[in-house]
């Protein structure tokens, strides 16, 4: 399984961006698809989530209202339209692949140990 992530970029506060990634070499079945971010210094960390079986979206605190995930109907390409960016949203963000439904069944889909693939990273600085 192959993830490419893309659409980062330089935005000023309040801006807008999406953010794509796209699955390819799908060679094992995919139950849910998300995404993180790690700013300069810090640990990566969860921002978003959907569940390809049941279309339930999943967000951080710090993004619930201003960013939301999709995904295309082939579930080849997941989406994160964000906004009212602030710069401390500027990060590298990473798409991830879980294959498995027990992220969503017991809570854990936040943390980065239950998801099986994952993407590059795209750039995105928020100017102030």
């Known amino acids: 399984v192959q993830l490419q992530a893309s659409g980062g970029g330089l935005v000023q506060a309040g801006g807008s961006l999406e953010l794509s990634c796209t699955v390819s070499?799908?060679?094992?079945?995919?139950?849910?698809l998300g995404w993180f971010r790690q700013g300069l210094g810090k640990e990566r960390e969860f921002v978003a989530t959907?569940?390809?079986?049941?279309?339930?979206?999943y967000y951080a605190d710090s993004v619930r209202g201003r960013f939301t995930i999709s995904r295309d109907n082939a579930q080849t390409t997941v989406y994160l339209r964000t906004s009212s960016l602030k710069p401390e949203d500027t990060a590298v963000y990473y798409c991830?692949?879980?294959?498995?439904?027990?992220?969503?069944?017991?809570?854990?889909?936040?943390?980065?140990?239950?998801?099986?693939?994952w993407g590059q990273g795209t750039q995105v600085t928020v100017s102030s």
């Open positions: 991830a692949a879980t294959r498995s439904m027990n992220p969503y069944r017991t809570g854990r889909y936040k943390l980065r140990g239950e998801y099986d693939y």
């Open positions: 959907i569940s390809l079986s049941t279309d339930s979206t």
């Open positions: 070499e799908r060679t094992v079945r995919i139950a849910g």
